[in-house]
T-cell receptor, first 117, second 115 residues
């Protein structure tokens, strides 16, 4: 979805390096998410943010941190990258549902393929 | 605990034949159910969702899914497969009572449509 962009698209780095993945959206959505995808494991939630001042840990937040710089921007950092963080990373957004049912659809960026050597 | 199972890693179908991609779920309360598709080198795209009401949900690209509460299933179907349907398909569920709105994802099913 062109409304959600991620940079870089591909990154190769070395163990111990600090890496930042960036996500921007023009959809005007309040909610943003970071997932990682590993073969055979589906998507696992790393962090999510319901607005600029709201950051929440997901299922696998250890080794990661995030920053919600603005409604449209949500960055994921690996403070000291390790090989098992090699994965495909996706950013997603969704719109707050003010009325029931609260089943917001998530919209995904194209992904960042990260390789940690 | 909430969970989603996609029992088939891969499904092979001949072009023109009907296709089914299976999904079963487990939640404490009532479910919201979603199907997404991922084409090579692309992000996930929303196909359809079940919230409430009619058990048969119609979505994008001619896909539909049937919610079966007694079998806790939400299988994705299409009457006539196209080669362009070849992709990775993900089922996801959210418990209606989950105030964090987190989706639980299946591992994905690779759909291969052969000409």
């Amino acid at each position: 979805d062109a409304d959600v962009t991620q940079t870089p698209r591909n990154r190769i780095t070395k163990t111990g390096k600090r890496i930042m993945l960036e996500c921007s959206q023009t959809k005007g959505h309040d909610r943003m998410y970071w997932y990682r995808q590993d073969p055979g494991l589906g998507l696992r939630l790393i962090y999510y943010s319901f607005d600029v001042k709201d950051i929440n840990k997901g299922e696998i937040s250890d080794g990661y941190s995030v920053s919600r710089q603005a409604q449209a921007k949500f960055s994921l950092s690996l403070e000291s990258a390790i090989p098992n963080q090699t994965a495909l990373y996706f950013c997603a957004t969704s719109e707050r549902q003010n009325s029931r049912p609260k089943a917001d659809t998530q919209y995904f960026g194209p992904g960042t393929r990260l390789t940690v050597l | 605990a909430q969970s989603v199972a996609q029992p088939e890693d891969q499904v092979n179908v001949a072009e023109g034949n009907p296709l089914t991609v299976k999904c079963t779920y487990s939640v404490s309360g009532n479910p919201y159910l979603f199907w997404y598709v991922q084409y090579p080198n692309r992000g996930l795209q929303f196909l359809l969702k079940y919230i409430t009401g009619d058990n048969l949900v119609k979505g994008s690209y001619g896909f539909e899914a049937e919610f079966n509460k007694s079998q806790t299933s939400f299988h994705l179907k299409k009457p006539s497969a196209l080669v362009s349907d070849s992709a990775l398909y993900f089922c996801a569920v959210r418990d209606m009572r989950d105030s964090n709105y987190q989706l639980i994802w299946g591992a994905g099913t690779k759909l291969i449509i052969k000409p």
